[in-house]
């Protein structure tokens, strides 16, 4: 019944040609933040006092732990609605989620100016509710911890297998200890996200006189947090297609196909609210001949292509389809979340939807790129790492090629 | 047992969907200025642009010459605030009519840095997390908003969040300092009565024409009232800052014939981002009960989900 028994280690070389470019990625990320560490963020960034957060928050803590909500989205399917056959996408889901927080987090770390006061963050008398951004960092912290036991079972269950006695016995006790636990930190593995990733839409509310008028309204946080849905059912279909290319995963056309009916909901939601906020507050003045109306225009599509392939037999019978339909979605959470972020943000602010003059432009440094390329090649190079070396990912029995291990 | 977690669903999407039209009923009280609150009213009308303000701002407060004249301007003549200006006189000639314009922290009644930094490194005097450690206490009511740079992480939300692009950041230092106007608060002399026993702006206290005179927001208010009703051929009728935004701690009168948008200042709605932001955040939360509450539902649903299948299967999950 238990679709995780059959999780298994991928095996397999460590280090092969994939894994080194990863690597090398992350070397040349890594040599450029040890430069900013020793010159500050102004010499390696185009971040100015107008572009403050350049692409390292909207892409980096923005659209990365958007992509990791798929572990959120897979344990809201698969332990609160109780629908047991999606068991097999959770692992490799959760390890997706992990992998691309402690990314999230982990860039916060060199894009604050004075990050050796942040050891005050868990200090909860310092801690101001009005700041929408506490909140992310607080949740985002304590859920990538949440992240990391959730992806344990695993480990303890690797260990459990492994040659070594004392890691065996260590696996065999802990194991089913952890079980036991395992409902309260699920629950908490839902509340968190569903705090920050509203939150991260509540972050941009205050900036209401820099943010174009189609990007920001009250509906903020709900955005967000449909669209971070969205993003992370999108994440996981994509995921088990190449987890199926590469290892022969299994890949049940029907359950990804029901998962991604549920994703066409969310997508509709989405629109819906968009839209009937547009038209509510009377915002269609602002539609007309000019680049906003064409960027919000491609964002719609962007949602509504995808939402309504999910629904089409034809799409939901074919892989390949499906899985085009699920990186549509990716694109169009990466793209509401950096357009509001950014490409729609004007620090001088706007006028009747016209940029008002200002002395600042951006567009993200070499530095910046390198290490927001850098710190996404290390997370699949984690992932990848995990993967082989513990039982994450479920294979076809009928596809496997060494089942002596399973 | 369906039905019943069905119907926790529906709740929980009928509670936030309230919660989401509801904003404006929840929305947070808008802040009133403090009883003490001190500011600065600049009057463009009265300024020759000779910036003595500027270098008496850096004097005070110990701020090196602008990078651009590091590099061999002849003047120290930053264009705008930045990491080393506190300070700054702008001229606008947008619209043909040539003014200056002072841009310095406008001390907001409401400000949105203040409720965005996350450990209260800006803070409003006396109202912080922690008293900065130095000569004076921190005395609440004085409405100064002031930086504490043993809380700042730098995370720069201020400047996402500051209307006006007050806060300024040291992009080329290893250990970056957010650099604002406090109003000189490090001047302000116990010993002496009224405002100036609280800070004394070095920019007022030069300013050769009276163009920034500093004190008590409310006389400031009613002085720059004053000066409009004496000449209303002379001045434009709105004294900005009186409610922009929530209001600020500094004032600003113009020219009968220039709008404020000319000076650079931006045009905002009387409620603050502030007040918006927090009234749409909160709601949800319900002071905290619904977090608690969803918790504790979801752990009880999952946990029995989990018995069950246990039960059914013979075997864990």
Known sequence: MSATEHARPMGGPLLDRNMKVLLVLFAVAALVVVYRFATGIGPVSNMTDGYTWGIWEPVNVVVFTGIGAGAFGVGLLCYLLNKGKYHALVRPAVLVGAVSYTLGASSIMFALGRPWNAYWLPYAPYWNLSSALLEVAVCVLAYTIVLWIEVLPSILEGAAASRYPKLQALGASLGPRLQKLMPYVIALAILLPTMHQSSLGGLMLIAGPKIHPLWHNALLPTLFLVSCLSMGYGAVVVLVNLLNVTWKARLDQELVAGMSKVNAGLLILYLVLRLGEVVVHGKLRYLGANFATLLFLFELALFAAPAVMFLLPAVQRDRGRLFGAALLTLAAGAFYRVDTYLTMYRPSGWTDGVANAAGWNYFPSMGEMVVTVGMAAVGIAVFIFISRAFPVVVVDETRASNPSRS | ?317
């Not at chain 2, 740079?149 to 290893?174: H, S, T």
């Not at chain 2, 005179?213 to 001045?235: C, H, K, M, S, W």
């Open chain 2, 1 to 317: 047992m369906r039905i019943s977690r069905r119907d926790l669903l529906k709740g929980a999407v009928a509670a936030g969907a309230a919660a989401a039209v509801s904003t404006d009923a929840q929305a947070r009280a808008p802040v009133p200025a403090r009883p003490n609150a001190v500011g600065m009213l600049f009057d463009s009308t009265l300024c020759v642009g000779c910036r003595a303000c500027q270098q008496a701002c850096k004097a005070a407060n110990g701020l090196p010459p602008d990078p651009a004249h590091a590099a061999g301007g002849v003047y120290d003549a930053p264009a705008d605030l930045n990491s080393s200006t506190k300070n700054v006189i702008k001229l606008m000639s947008e619209g043909g009519q040539t003014q200056f314009m002072k841009q310095q922290c406008m001390h907001c009644v409401d400000p949105s840095c203040v409720s965005v930094c996350m450990m209260g490194a800006l803070h409003k005097e006396g109202e912080g997390k922690r008293s900065l450690p130095g000569a004076r206490p921190e005395k609440a009511g004085t409405g100064i908003v002031m930086y504490d740079k043993a809380l700042c992480v730098g995370c720069r939300y201020c400047q996402i969040g500051c209307a006006f692009n007050v806060p300024k950041f040291e992009w080329r230092d290893p250990l970056p300092l957010i650099v604002k106007c406090e109003l000189c608060r490090h001047r302000g002399d116990e010993k002496k009565s009224g405002p100036l026993a609280v800070a004394n702006p070095a920019c007022c206290e030069v300013c050769p024409r009276g163009a920034v005179i500093y004190g008590e927001r409310e006389a400031l208010l009613a002085q720059a009232r004053a000066r409009v009703a004496a000449r209303p051929e002379a001045y434009n009728a709105h004294v900005y800052g009186a409610t922009e935004g929530g209001g600020t701690q500094v004032l600003y009168l113009t020219a009968k014939d220039v709008a404020f948008t000319q000076l650079g200042l931006p045009s905002l709605p009387e409620e603050s981002s502030a007040s918006f932001s927090e009234s749409v955040s909160h709601a949800p939360y319900l002071m905290g009960v619904t977090p608690v509450a969803l918790y504790a539902a979801m752990a009880f649903v999952i946990h029995r989900n989990q018995k069950r299948d246990a039960h059914t299967t013979g075997e864990g999950q």
